[in-house]
């Protein structure tokens, strides 16, 4: 059986080495479930005229 703080440690050493593994996969996923027209990393949206009525 495993101690918490053993577990913990190797975790650590896993994530670690597979890091940029899965940091691609985690955005291949996130582009996949978005579709490829909804794949931004960040939007700014400026509007200077203010509210609109409608």
Request: glycine content about 8%.
């Amino acid at each position: 059986m495993f101690v918490r703080a053993e577990l913990k440690r190797r975790a650590k050493e896993v994530l670690s080495r597979k890091y940029l593994k899965l940091f691609v996969a985690c955005l291949l996923l996130y582009w996949l479930g978005n579709g490829i027209g909804n794949f931004k990393i960040f939007q700014i949206n400026f509007n200077f005229s203010g509210p609109t009525a409608q």
